[in-house]
Structures are given as structure tokens and as C-alpha cells.
């Protein structure tokens, strides 16, 4: 990069390149580079589409409006709290270059709050817990059809235990792929269903649900002493896996997990809400937009 006059009116770009610079200078890490960079460019994006004077790179102005619409295209909290510390970091930059005469972004009153005591309402298993998982469920000596399938259900449907344990063969349209659930209060909602998800349904329908003495009842989760599997021994079974795998499960740590993970694949908040029948998407905001305990590590390490 050619050496730059900071006294000079600078381009987005050229100051974005310079931004870059004085980070590698300050020694930060690349990954942590990468992240504070590409935060920046999306504000200068947004700046630019909002046709802001761009030889006044940063003021409190733009920053609150762009702190709002953030909030208002639903990013998660966590996202919007990331890039408000690398707006900060940036404005620190533009202090030192003599570009900004004002410190505008405080994190401590600019960061969004997160509801008191949420913090430790909602865990979720991480990827490797559920690659680990899901290895498991491949071993037929230790699980049957049945749990392979409830395993899969929670999983990939987010759907609470007493959801689960109602759910009827009628509920199940494989031509749509997709499951219909009751939930409280009587709510309906449609969730679609993975390819693999159907093929274990339709293996064990076709298959260890036949012998079972109550083959004819409507539920699709039988057991072997009623008519459909209890909610208690959803959770015995889960408690035995934990044991083998090392971590705890329960039936509502999967629904967390469906939840967390559709986020973190940048699904929006209000089909999020949809799927998992909440009442409202702040509902869903709340609970579920949530960091662990390895990520909230990993975002110090970028400090």
C-alpha cells in the first residue's frame, strides 16, 4: 500500500486500506483483522447507500443510525454488539490519525444489553458435541430405530418433548415433507423436514414399529407398555447418552440447539420464531440469541 498522508482527505477504500495497515502494525491477529475489517466495510457500505458526506469517515450521528438499523434488519445481538467493538476500535484509529477530533462510540453505554439472568438460561450443544452425537446414533447395537429417531426429531425440528411425544402419524405429510405440531395452546405450526429426517420415519413405520403390540395406535412414537412413549423416558434415555458421550443432554438442550444453530446459519429471527412456535419474535430475541462460553473466549481474543 502506498504511503498515505493522513492530513489528506482519504477515499472509503484508502481508509479502510490504512485501517488494515495500522492493525497489522498494531499486531493484532489475522482472523481478528479479517473480522474488524469486513465490520468496517459494511458500515461504509451502509454510509454510502445512505449517501453520507464520506469525507467525514465517522461521526455520532452515523453511528447511532447505523446501530439502529442493524436492530431493525434483526441481526442478532451478538452481531451487532461484534461490530459496535469494531466500530470503537475503528474510531479509536481515526483518533490517532488526527481524522476525528471526538471519541463517539462508548461500548459501555453503546453495547446492546443483554436481559438480566438470560445469560445462563439457554445453552446449546456446540457442532462438535452434535457431530459427536450424531456418530453415536449410528451405532444399532446401542440405539434402536425409535431413539434414533426421536434423537433426530429434536434435533432438526426444534420441538419441545410434550410436542414430541403427541406427534401423530397424520401429522406427517411426506408428499410436502413436513410436520404439523400442536403446541401450547393449542397453536398449529408447520415445520418442514429434512430428507433424512422422513427417511428415518418412514424406516421405522415400516419397520420396529410393526412389532409392536400397539402398531395401530395413531401416535408415531410407541412404547412398549402404552400406546405412545412417555416424556420421562425421552429424558431417562437422553440421561443414559450422556453418560456414554461425556456431555449432558436433556429434550430442551435440543431445542436450544435448533434454535442457535439456525441463527448462527443466518437464518432471519422471525421464521426462527415460526418454527419454534413462540408467541413473539422478541421471545425468540431473548432466549435465543445467545453466545457460549467458547465464543464470548474467542471474541476477548480479539481485543
Given at each position: 500500500m502506498a504511503f498515505l498522508r493522513f492530513e489528506e482527505v482519504l477515499s472509503l477504500q484508502e481508509l479502510l486500506d490504512a485501517f488494515k495497515q495500522w492493525?497489522?502494525?498494531?499486531?493484532?491477529?489475522?482472523?481478528?483483522?479479517?473480522?474488524?475489517?469486513?465490520?468496517?466495510?459494511?458500515?461504509?457500505?451502509?454510509?454510502?447507500?445512505?449517501?453520507?458526506?464520506?469525507?467525514q469517515p465517522l461521526s455520532r450521528f452515523a453511528f447511532v443510525r447505523y446501530k439502529q438499523y442493524l436492530i431493525d434488519e434483526n441481526?442478532?445481538?451478538?452481531?451487532?454488539?461484534?461490530?459496535?467493538?469494531?466500530?470503537?476500535?475503528?474510531?479509536?484509529?481515526?483518533?490517532?490519525?488526527?481524522?476525528?477530533?471526538?471519541?463517539?462510540?462508548?461500548?459501555?453505554?453503546?453495547?446492546?444489553?443483554?436481559?438480566?439472568?438470560?445469560?445462563?438460561?439457554v445453552s446449546a450443544l456446540s457442532e462438535e458435541q452434535v457431530e459427536k452425537l450424531l456418530f453415536y446414533l449410528e451405532d444399532h447395537t446401542k440405539v434402536s430405530q425409535r431413539n434414533k429417531l426421536i434423537a433426530y426429531l429434536l434435533l432438526y425440528t426444534g420441538v419441545r418433548v410434550s410436542e414430541l411425544v403427541n406427534i401423530k402419524l397424520g401429522d406427517i405429510d411426506y408428499l410436502t415433507s413436513s410436520l404439523t405440531v400442536r403446541g401450547k395452546g393449542g397453536k398449529i405450526r408447520e415445520i418442514s423436514l429434512r430428507e433424512d429426517v422422513v427417511y428415518l420415519i418412514r424406516s421405522y413405520v415400516k419397520g420396529e414399529r410393526l412389532k409392536s403390540k400397539f402398531k395401530d395406535s395413531e401416535y408415531l412414537l410407541l412404547s412398549q407398555r402404552a400406546p405412545k412413549v412417555h416424556r420421562d423416558a425421552v429424558r431417562n434415555w437422553l440421561a443414559n447418552v450422556s453418560k456414554d458421550l461425556g456431555f449432558k443432554l436433556h429434550p430442551h438442550l435440543f431445542r436450544h440447539t435448533f434454535c442457535t444453530r439456525l441463527l448462527k446459519k443466518g437464518v432471519d429471527l422471525t421464521t426462527v420464531s415460526k418454527l419454534a412456535g413462540h408467541s413473539s419474535v422478541n421471545m425468540t430475541a431473548r432466549f435465543y440469541i445467545q453466545t457460549t462460553r467458547q465464543e464470548k473466549m474467542d471474541a476477548v481474543k480479539l481485543l
Open positions: 492493525l497489522i502494525e498494531e499486531g493484532k491477529a489475522p482472523k481478528t483483522i479479517e473480522s474488524y475489517v469486513g465490520d468496517i466495510e459494511g458500515f461504509q457500505k451502509y454510509l454510502t447507500e445512505k449517501a453520507v458526506d464520506t469525507t441481526f442478532a445481538v451478538a452481531t451487532i454488539n461484534k461490530k459496535i467493538n469494531s466500530l470503537k476500535v475503528y474510531n479509536d484509529f481515526l483518533l490517532i490519525k488526527g481524522l476525528v477530533k471526538e471519541r463517539y462510540i462508548h461500548l459501555k453505554r453503546d453495547r446492546i444489553k443483554v436481559a438480566a439472568g438470560s445469560e445462563q438460561v
